[in-house]
């Protein structure tokens, strides 16, 4: 495996929606030089305690494991909006990842969040804020979006200051239109410059 510092997007997509803006943010991260993007997933959950599923998902990312988390120059968090929070398969993951805290591992690194709505008030910000609050007890840095990304005026549909969304539509169909892709490409794009700065610093130091 490489050794280059990489950045984990983390990311649960049931329908297809997120994991293309996960896909939107792994090419920004991709853009930078010395910095490369791991795409993993979460399994879903089921109300039978017992379900498992394969250890291999069918298609998309593989599963995440806490190293994946653990080793991360820089972490962006995917999720639909599921009633204006993020969904259970992610929360699951993160209620996992205790050891990492007592350890403080993912002290000062950076993260952000992203998601995907099914209509336009949907709760993306909520969504967002609710993956915000591990990632503080984490003691990670956030970053959204800033205003200097001239598509957050402009937007019909997704993408928030607190980081990129999509609006699906319905069926969770819509492709992500050209202000939400330049925004999943910039909030890659950022989260990864800034992960080589926070370690520069840190070598630094
Ligand atoms: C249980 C559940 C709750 C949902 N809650 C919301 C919601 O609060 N607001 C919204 O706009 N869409 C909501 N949706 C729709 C999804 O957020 C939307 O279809 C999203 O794009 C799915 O992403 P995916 O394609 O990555 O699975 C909900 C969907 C489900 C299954």
């Not at 995917?78 to 002290?107: C, H, Q």
């Not at 609710?130 to 402009?154: F, K, T």
């Amino acid at each position: 495996m490489s050794t280059q510092p990489y950045i984990l997007i983390l990311y649960y997509s049931r329908q297809g929606a997120t994991r293309a803006m996960a896909e939107r943010l792994a090419a920004g991260v991709e853009s930078v030089r010395g910095i490369e993007a791991r795409l993993r997933t979460v399994p879903p959950v089921s109300p039978t305690c017992e379900a498992v599923d394969p250890e291999i998902p069918a298609e998309g990312a593989i599963y995440a494991d806490l190293d994946d988390l653990r080793h991360c120059a820089g972490l962006a968090l995917g999720s639909p909006t599921r009633f204006g929070n993020m969904a259970a398969p992610l929360k699951y993951f993160i209620d996992t990842t205790s050891e990492l805290w007592l350890g403080g591992a993912l002290v000062d690194r950076p993260a952000t969040a992203f998601t995907s709505t099914s209509s336009l008030h949907g709760g993306q910000e909520t969504t967002l804020i609710s993956m915000l609050l591990p990632l503080l007890h984490h003691g990670m840095v956030y970053a959204g979006l800033p205003y200097s990304e001239v598509e957050l005026m402009e937007t019909q549909a997704g993408g928030t200051p607190y980081g990129a969304s999509h609006v699906a539509g319905k069926r969770s169909d819509l492709p992500l239109d050209d202000h939400e892709r330049r925004l999943a490409f910039a909030q890659g794009k950022r989260l990864a410059r800034l992960a080589l700065a926070l370690e520069r610093h840190e070598e630094d130091t």
